[in-house]
């Protein structure tokens, strides 16, 4: 099984542009689609962005997806921070018929 | 509105035994296959188990294979997952989730039921 490693956290100001990075370990990231979760504190995870870059209804469109073959990530960006947008974010990715989280990035805006 | 309502989490001592239930609403549960995931104290999340639309079709993490079962009850409207042998490290908050059509991603979660295991 493969792993998906995100940075632990990051912070940024409202207005600003942030990334988070998802880097898978073993075999390629274009393999399978690659989705990003936000999980507010005390909340449940919802989705934000799936099958690499698509955005699900009612997600602004300044949250975007990405994917780089040459690093084997995934990553996400967010433009024009909220502080509503402070809040846990997982990659996930699927193999086969096992399904992998990243361990999650904590995005403080500040 | 689609709707996942998790019920049954309790504390329970090491070694004992629980069943979680995922009531669902809104959508047409034969149509999806649906997951537990589950979150550790201040942990990141895990994939706990699948179950195909039809409940035929079952696979589970290396970390609960052979001591948690999941199945579904689709003239009910709900998920199950029984849990048996359970360890201090299967404490969390367990998230029912429904899969997207094509399997690979998870569009809808329920709020949680918090399972303890400690003595």
């Known amino acids: 099984n493969f792993m998906l490693t995100q940075p632990h956290s990051v912070s940024e100001s409202p207005g600003k542009t942030v990334t988070i990075s998802c880097t898978r370990s073993s075999g390629s990231i274009v393999s399978n689609f690659v989705q990003w979760y936000q999980q507010r504190p005390g909340g449940a995870p919802t989705i934000v962005i799936y099958e690499d870059n698509e955005r699900p209804s009612g997600v602004p469109d300044r949250f975007s997806g990405s994917i780089d073959r040459s690093s084997n990530s995934a990553s996400l960006t967010i433009s024009g921070l909220k502080i509503e947008d402070e809040a846990d974010y997982y990659c996930q990715s699927y193999d086969s018929i096992t399904w992998v989280f990243g361990g999650g990035t904590k995005l403080t805006v500040l | 509105e689609v709707q996942l309502l998790e019920s049954g989490g309790v504390l329970v001592q090491p070694g004992g035994s629980l069943r979680l239930s995922c009531a669902v609403s809104?959508?047409?549960?034969?149509?999806?296959?649906m997951t537990w995931v589950r979150q550790a104290p201040g942990k990141g999340l895990e994939w706990v188990a699948t179950v195909g639309e039809s409940g035929a079709s079952t696979y589970y993490a290396d970390s609960v294979k052979g001591r948690f079962s999941i199945s579904r009850d689709n003239s009910k409207n709900t998920l199950y997952l029984q849990m048996i042998s359970l360890r201090a490290e299967d404490t969390g908050l367990y998230y029912c989730?429904?899969?997207?059509?094509?399997?690979?991603?998870?569009?809808?979660w329920g709020q949680g039921t918090l399972v303890t295991v400690s003595s």
């Open positions: 989730a429904r899969h997207s059509s094509n399997w690979g991603s998870f569009d809808f």
């Open positions: 809104g959508f047409t549960p034969s149509s999806f296959a």
